[in-house]
């Protein structure tokens, strides 16, 4: 089946600890995104990649790194969590810039 | 900077009443617009998009948008709602700029009471 996974789907965690949210999808797709969802605000665009080893700014990277050392993962990486970054956080992957994103299913980051 | 509008954040109708979300950008070029949805406890979906040609696109579940590029508008409809339609709805656009930079509105939480 083809699919965006996430993982872990719920995380709490304290202010300074380290963390990574993963992301896998098995469609073969080039570009990879990742997006905070938080009450009146809609989604907005944190990083995003259009291949492996290119990644570029969103709107909202501060505070945020990523990776793409495989075409097929695409981890979010927070150095230093502070409780701004709580939020609800998807992952997505297109086959290019004119198509459809497909999401992933979430990952509820607390930080407190 | 670009910017997406979305007129509505809470939308309450009666099945069969009829559905109009507006959505307005901002960003002079060429755009790439789409409309997608989220049911309660699901992943986002695409509606629908739209890339060039005829401004009036159709997509799923009888939903359709027109482009009105004067207007910078891509707003959603849909003649007849269902209670099943009651769900989040998001417009986006992606600015031909050659990135993959996408701008989502802040959503309209749509219920349709049955």
């Known amino acids: 089946e083809a699919q965006v996974t996430q993982n872990p789907r719920y995380l709490i965690t304290v202010t300074g600890k380290k963390l990574t949210v993963t992301c896998s999808q098995n469609?073969?797709?080039?570009?990879m995104s990742w997006y905070r969802q938080d009450p009146g605000l809609g989604l907005r665009q944190i990083y995003y990649?259009?291949?492996?080893?290119?990644?570029d700014k969103g709107d909202v990277p501060e505070g945020y790194k990523v990776s793409r050392k495989e075409k097929r993962n695409f981890p979010l990486i927070l150095e230093s969590p502070s409780p701004n970054q709580t939020s609800l956080y998807f992952c997505a992957s297109s086959s290019g810039i004119y198509n459809e994103q497909f999401f992933g299913p979430g990952t509820r980051l607390t930080v407190l | 900077a670009q910017s997406v509008s979305q007129h509505n954040h809470h939308v309450i109708l009666s099945e069969a009443a009829s559905l109009e979300l507006g959505c307005n950008y901002s960003?002079?070029?060429?755009?790439?617009l789409f409309w997608y949805v989220q049911y309660p406890g699901q992943h986002l979906q695409l509606l629908l998009k739209y890339f060039s040609g005829d401004p009036l696109v159709k997509g799923i579940k009888g939903f359709e948008a027109e482009f009105i590029k004067s207007k910078f508008s891509f707003n959603l409809r849909k003649p007849s709602v269902q209670w099943s339609d009651t769900a989040e709805y998001f417009c986006a656009v992606n600015a031909d700029t050659g990135g993959f930079k996408t701008i989502f509105g802040a959503g309209t939480r749509l219920f349709v009471k049955a």
């Open positions: 960003y002079g070029g060429t755009v790439n």
């Open positions: 990649s259009m291949n492996v080893e290119v990644t």
């Open positions: 469609m073969n797709h080039e570009y």
